[in-house]
C-alpha cells in the first residue's frame, strides 16, 4: 500500500533521511522505532509532503506521491496524527472534527458520530475548547480528527508521548479496534512495548538509515538488537 524507495531528505543543507526504504501493508501495523533525533519525524513529514524528499520515491497504492501537495497526498487517503498532536486550541472540539472532514474522502465510515461512538468523552466534551484538555482527551481528538478525513493509511507519529500510563493502555486498546477496522496504521513510537504489542511489521531508524526490519518478535527477544539500535 505504502512503498518508500531510497528517499533522501533534507532540510536546507542538513541531510537527514539517507535513502529510506520501507513497506507498509493494507490492514497491517507498521511500527517505526528509533532513538530521538533520527529522523523519524522526518520521514513522517516526508510521506504527507510537507518535506518532500529531494531524491527516491514513495507510492501509495502503486502512484507516486512524493511530488504531490500534501492536501492531494491527503485527499488519496493518507492521514496524519502528527507529533505534538496539534489540534487547535481555541476551537471546540466539534470544531477541531469539522475541520478534519473538511477535504472528506467520499464513502469511507468515518463520520463526527462515528467519533464520538470510538470517544464517547469527546462527545461529553464537545463544546469545549481544544486547549482545555487533558493530554489524553487531546489525543483522541487528533485522532479523530485525522479520521474524520476517511483515511486508508493513519501515519502517528508518537500517539503515547506525555500520556500517563493508564491513558496509554486505553490508547493501545483504541489502535487496536482501529487496526480490526482495516485501517492500515504506520506508528512512529518511543514506547516500545506499545509499537511491539500491535505492530506486523517493525524497522528501526538510526541517523537516517534504516538499520532493522522484520518482526517485531525479533526486537521483543533480540536484546543486541535492542540495545544496539534503541539504547535500551
Ligand atoms: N525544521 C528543521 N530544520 C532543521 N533541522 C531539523 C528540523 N527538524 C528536525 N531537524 C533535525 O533533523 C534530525 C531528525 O529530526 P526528527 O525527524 O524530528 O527526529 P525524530 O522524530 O526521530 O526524533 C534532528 O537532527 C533534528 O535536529
Ligand atoms: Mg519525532
Redesign the pocket.
Known amino acids: 500500500m505504502l512503498e518508500v524507495d531510497d528517499v533522501h531528505t533534507y ?2 543543507h ?1 541531510h ?1 533521511l539517507h535513502g529510506v526504504t520501507l513497506r507498509a501493508q493494507a490492514g497491517a501495523v507498521t511500527a517505526i522505532l ?10 513522517i ?1 516526508s510521506i504527507i509532503g510537507f518535506t518532500p524528499p529531494r531524491r527516491g520515491t514513495i507510492r501509495f497504492g502503486g502512484e507516486p506521491i512524493q511530488r504531490l501537495p500534501s492536501y492531494e497526498i491527503s485527499r488519496r487517503g493518507v492521514g496524519l496524527v502528527p ?1 505534538g498532536r496539534r489540534i487547535f486550541p481555541s476551537l471546540t472540539v466539534a470544531e477541531n472534527l469539522e475541520i478534519g472532514g473538511a477535504a472528506r474522502r467520499a464513502g469511507g465510515p468515518w463520520t463526527r458520530d462515528e467519533v464520538y461512538r470510538l470517544f464517547p468523552r469527546l462527545r461529553d466534551r464537545s463544546g469545549h475548547y481544544g486547549g482545555q484538555l487533558s493530554g489524553g482527551e487531546q489525543q483522541m481528538l487528533a485522532i479523530g480528527r485525522a479520521l474524520m478525513s476517511n483515511p486508508s493509511l493513519l501515519l502517528m ?1 508518537e500517539p503515547s508521548e506525555g500520556l500517563a500510563p493508564l491513558i496509554v493502555r486505553e490508547l493501545a486498546a483504541t489502535l487496536a479496534e482501529l487496526k480490526k477496522t482495516g485501517l492500515a496504521i504506520v506508528l ?1 513510537e518511543q514506547n516500545i512495548a506499545l509499537a511491539l504489542s500491535l505492530a506486523d511489521t517493525a524497522y528501526i ?1 538510526s541517523k537516517g538509515r534504516v538499520v532493522f526490519d522484520g518482526d517485531p518478535e525479533r526486537i521483543r527477544t533480540d536484546e543486541e538488537v535492542r540495545t544496539r539500535h534503541l539504547g535500551v
Open positions: 532540510y536546507e542538513s537527514i528509533g532513538r530521538n533525533g533520527v529522523g523519524k519525524t522526518t520521514l513529514r507529533q507519529d512512529v531508524i
